[in-house]
């Protein structure tokens, strides 16, 4: 088994006692779950809401494989170039969240604690702006370069594409960290998505509306992108993301970091 593969495994270990994902083994189980038009390029060998993987391959051709999963507090997630390079990889200890970017010449380390911490202080608390938390490692200027790579350019369309199959952040856990992601690269690159229609029961009603210019609305701007959280509605993950953006915090509000996935929805 590929080292990779026993990574993932320990991990998942952990995620879920009574869980045992084998990575290379032959008996994966076949993907279930909603499978509605939209999933051009998509190919899904696990699909389950603690994690999925899978590969994808957009209309110009660009290929990605991407691997993620989600219980609880843990998150594991690796997406990588068609040729194997490790674009972007997350993974939880006992004690922090740990980020790897484009074959680990840029690490990041964040303490549990911390983030623990900003959720208990709800919006705009003093520790989400103080980020003293986040430990960097090598060449910074990584992050930039990592958004111009055509794989980075894809991520908005394989998310959207898992959405219209029905693999939403809120139902499907497991996909989170990519549409978090892949929001990140839309909002930083301009691109523009078409949006999904939202079921008439998340349609009609929020708990919470969003508010000072779509403030909490996950999404480009305005431009709601319903699979993320299920809905149009405010949520905390995304006003995260969006208080940072307003606060000029650059590297976490444009810049591929997919931090703002320790913050669910």
């Known amino acids: 088994m590929s080292a990779q593969g026993d990574l993932v495994n320990k991990l998942l270990l952990v995620l879920a006692s009574s869980l ?8 994966e189980p076949a993907p279930t779950g909603p499978t509605t038009d939209g999933n051009e390029g998509v190919t899904l060998r696990i699909a389950t809401p603690d994690r999925i993987a899978g590969s994808y391959v957009d209309a110009r051709g660009v290929g990605i494989t991407f691997d993620a999963a989600s219980t609880g507090e843990d998150l594991f997630l690796d997406v990588r170039s068609a040729t194997g390079h490790e674009i ?11 980020f790897r970017y484009l074959d680990s010449r840029l690490t990041l380390a964040i303490d549990k604690a911390w983030v623990v911490q900003v ?13 003293s938390a986040m430990h960097w490692t090598g060449d910074m200027a990584v992050l930039d370069e990592m958004i111009q790579m055509p794989e980075v350019r894809s991520l908005p369309f394989l998310s959207r594409a898992l959405g219209a199959m029905g693999y939403d952040g809120q139902t499907y856990p497991s996909t989170l960290a990519m549409h978090q992601m892949a929001k990140q690269s839309a909002e930083a690159l301009g691109i523009d998505v078409d949006p999904l229609p939202v079921a008439p029961d998340k349609a009609d009603f929020c708990t919470r509306p969003t508010a000072n210019d779509c403030y909490g609305m996950c999404g480009n701007g305005c431009s709601c992108w319903s699979w993320v959280c299920g809905d149009c509605c405010y949520h905390t993950g995304c006003a995260k993301h969006d208080s940072w953006c307003r606060s000029g915090q650059w590297y976490y509000c444009y810049n591929i970091t997919a931090v703002i996935a320790l913050f669910g929805c």
Request: aromatic share 6%; with cysteine; glycine share 6%.
């Open 119 to 131: 959720k208990s202080e709800g919006d705009d608390g003093p520790a989400m702006k103080d980020t």
């Open 88 to 98: 972007m990889h997350a993974e939880t200890t006992q004690t922090q969240y740990l």
């Open 20 to 27: 045992v994902f084998a990575a290379c083994s032959t008996n």
